[in-house]
């Protein structure tokens, strides 16, 4: 065989000089896993396909005929090492239609596991951290939001592990119950409490912040109590948004400062929120239009390029 220049495309050709014929020799494996990063550095990237086509001198038309295999099936993650502290979060795919449950590293900041589910519930989690555990995944803390069905399903896989709940979740749902400018001084008062967490650093401001919850909580319970009568005997508790704020401190507090004993626990899961969820939202707005199957390849192609 004779080298004989390079195709078009830039392979280089070969020429037999027994049967006079040339031609380019092909390997399967190579091809495969070139197209493979062509679609993922297109899918995750800023990459186009016109571009693409351009680099490869072929059609747009023939590129995506060279991505079509890759968008029958979402990733697969990769076996990972122990993790310590595990951080879990959910993002929306589509709106009550489809939920990407998602499973960080907090110390290696990485994706460990992930999974489309139809809504974030116990159902969902259970199985979901069960299949973690069974490929040895028992980490020592878990950082969540606090969803009661992911606490259970927690409690219920890896009871030993420490629960951090994710400070700003809680800041963040409180606020938004309270509003920025509550009508009531309890409520007021509450606001001030709320903000105030994201400064807690020690346990001295700790052990402050937990005395001045329940001095507030002392000095307005009998307003808590108010109710409102309708028709009959019909009647509801008029401050409820205030009594869910209350109810939303006073169960976080045992698993809200886990942090302060070890700093090496992160406060919040951004690890997933802020480092993963959030550019897969700008993916699919790269992406808009494409359908549901392929926003769940789309995600699950991404957390994959990130474990590496």
């Known amino acids: 065989m004779q080298r004989r220049g390079k195709t078009a495309a830039g392979s280089q050709r070969w020429y037999c000089v027994n049967c006079k014929q040339s031609g380019v020799r092909k390997r399967q494996d190579n091809r495969t896993r070139t197209r493979l990063s062509l679609f993922v550095n297109w899918l995750t990237g800023t990459v186009s396909i016109t571009k693409i086509a351009e680099r490869y001198k072929v059609s747009e038309r023939t590129v995506n005929r060279w991505f079509e295999p890759y968008w029958q099936s979402p990733a697969k993650t990769k076996i990972q090492d122990p993790v310590r502290v595990l951080v879990l979060d959910g993002t929306s795919v589509v709106s009550r239609v489809c939920m990407m449950l998602i499973a960080g590293d907090a110390d290696r ?88 967490l994201k400064t807690i650093r020690t346990r001295r401001q700790k052990r402050k912040w937990i005395r001045a919850f329940k001095y507030w909580y002392r000095r307005h319970r009998d307003f808590l109590k108010e109710r409102s009568y309708g028709s009959g005997k019909h009647w509801w508790y008029t401050h409820r948004k205030l009594r869910g704020v ?13 942090f302060v004993s070890d700093p090496t626990i992160p406060r919040t899961s951004n690890h997933v929120e802020g480092g993963l969820n959030s550019r897969i939202k700008e993916l ?10 392929k926003k769940v390849v789309l995600a699950s192609w991404y957390l994959r390029s990130r474990q590496r």
């Open 109 to 196: 900041s990485k994706p460990v596991a992930w999974i489309a589910v139809d809504r974030e519930s116990y159902g969902s989690w259970m199985p979901f951290l069960a299949k973690m555990n069974g490929r040895g995944i028992r980490p020592e803390v878990v950082v969540c939001d606090g969803q009661r069905g992911l606490l259970k399903a927690i409690s219920t896989v890896w009871p030993k592990a420490m629960v951090q709940r994710c400070l700003i979740h809680v800041i963040r749902q409180a606020s938004l119950w309270l509003t920025q400018n509550p009508k009531t001084v309890a409520g007021q008062e509450l606001l001030v409490l709320v903000r105030l």
């Open 246 to 258: 209350r109810s939303l401190l006073a169960n976080a507090i045992p698993d809200l400062f886990r």
């Open 284 to 293: 699919f707005h790269s992406h808009r239009g494409i359908s549901l199957r």
